[in-house]
């Protein structure tokens, strides 16, 4: 574990963290830059809801790293691309991390770097192409002191599921995943919810001392929204990764303050979105 760089991560009064992602477009899929056309935009729009990181690529990272000050959220560095969200998919798969990574990672002063332990139904060639991205990453992470974020993915079957970004919330998948991103030597755990959340506290459990942020996955309600994320946090989870539920959102920065008063004040579902209310009105 790196400490020095997960402290501009993590909130000093909870210890919660919450990582917005706008890294969609890397993976060359259309329907996932809707509503996230113009970046610069979104950026700022985020900058002023205030969450405690941004996640993004290699190439639009700067628009957060140009805005002056000290008070912006800290960067969580995307660093590998994939063609697996599309339906059909493509006849051949792959996965890449990006080139020197990681000193691309300490140029653009980010927090951590965040890559994927894809586990996809009848192609296991994917999952060793991140398996290797990853022991390369970890050696060059360990030498630059930057902490390595292991996003392991349990997807359903493309063709069963009707393609896209939906994961499978099997449990027994999720821990032993879980397990092996921890194996290979993460620091942080991006994960998915499970189906029952009841059972989340596996996911902690199994991750031992690395820190799990979950995954926020597909579009829902606010109420459900929130009630997941308390769901995690009472299971032991250290902080949440949403991306659409919050770019997408009629109101970011309302949906963002509700979600940070939950993490850094303990509130509660109702009290979260009556601020949400408040800030719409």
Same mark, same amino acid.
């Given at each position: 574990?790196?400490?020095?760089?997960?402290?501009?991560?993590? !909130?000093?009064?909870?210890?919660?963290?919450?990582?917005?992602?706008?890294?969609?477009?890397?993976?060359?899929?259309?329907?996932?830059?809707?509503?996230?056309?113009?970046?610069?935009?979104?950026?700022?729009?985020?900058?002023?809801?205030?969450?405690?990181?941004?996640?993004?690529?290699?190439?639009?990272?700067?628009?957060?790293? *140009?805005?002056?000050?000290?008070?912006? $959220?800290?960067?969580?560095?995307?660093?590998?691309?994939?063609?697996?969200?599309?339906?059909?998919?493509?006849?051949?798969?792959?996965?890449?991390?990006?080139?020197?990574?990681?000193?691309?990672?300490?140029?653009?002063?980010?927090?951590?770097?965040?890559?994927?332990?894809?586990?996809?139904?009848? !192609?296991?060639?994917?999952?060793?192409?991140?398996?290797?991205?990853?022991?390369?990453?970890?050696?060059?992470?360990?030498?630059?002191?930057?902490?390595?974020?292991?996003?392991?993915?349990?997807?359903?079957?493309?063709?069963?599921?009707?393609?896209?970004?939906?994961?499978?919330?099997?449990?027994?998948?999720?821990?032993?995943?879980?397990?092996?991103?921890?194996?290979?030597?993460?620091?942080?755990?991006?994960?998915?919810?499970?189906?029952?959340?009841?059972?989340?506290?596996?996911?902690?459990?199994? *991750?031992?001392?690395?820190?799990?942020?979950?995954?926020?996955?597909?579009?829902?309600?606010?109420?459900?929204?929130?009630?997941?994320?308390?769901?995690?946090?009472?299971?032991?989870?250290?902080?949440?990764?949403?991306?659409?539920?919050?770019?997408? !959102?009629?109101? $970011?920065?309302?949906?963002?303050?509700?979600?940070?008063?939950?993490? !850094?004040?303990?509130?509660?579902?109702?009290?979260?979105?009556?601020?949400?209310?408040?800030? *719409? *009105?």
């Amino acid at each position: 574990m790196t400490p020095y760089r997960l402290n501009r991560l993590f !909130h000093p009064r909870s210890g919660r963290a919450l990582d917005v992602a706008v890294d969609h477009g890397f993976f060359g899929e259309r329907s996932f830059i809707t509503g996230i056309e113009d970046m610069r935009a979104v950026v700022r729009t985020l900058v002023d809801a205030g969450p405690d990181a941004v996640q993004l690529t290699v190439g639009q990272a700067r628009h957060l790293q *140009a805005i002056p000050g000290k008070d912006k $959220p800290a960067l969580v560095l995307r660093t590998d691309v994939a063609n697996v969200y599309n339906s059909p998919l493509d006849s051949r798969l792959f996965s890449h991390h990006v080139t020197n990574a990681i000193e691309e990672a300490v140029r653009l002063d980010a927090v951590a770097v965040c890559a994927n332990l894809m586990q996809l139904p009848g !192609h296991p060639e994917v999952r060793e192409a991140n398996i290797r991205s990853i022991m390369e990453l970890r050696a060059e992470a360990g030498r630059y002191g930057m902490p390595l974020m292991i996003e392991p993915l349990v997807m359903q079957d493309n063709d069963t599921a009707g393609g896209g970004y939906l994961v499978d919330g099997d449990i027994e998948k999720i821990v032993t995943l879980v397990r092996q991103a921890v194996e290979l030597g993460a620091d942080l755990i991006k994960a998915d919810p499970s189906d029952d959340l009841r059972d989340y506290h596996r996911v902690v459990e199994v *991750a031992g001392d690395v820190p799990v942020l979950v995954r926020g996955g597909g579009r829902v309600d606010d109420r459900t929204l929130l009630e997941r994320t308390v769901a995690v946090l009472d299971a032991g989870a250290r902080g949440i990764v949403y991306g659409r539920n919050v770019i997408q !959102h009629p109101d $970011p920065a309302g949906i963002t303050r509700a979600l940070l008063a939950v993490l !850094h004040d303990g509130a509660g579902v109702d009290e979260a979105l009556d601020s949400i209310a408040e800030v *719409a *009105a």
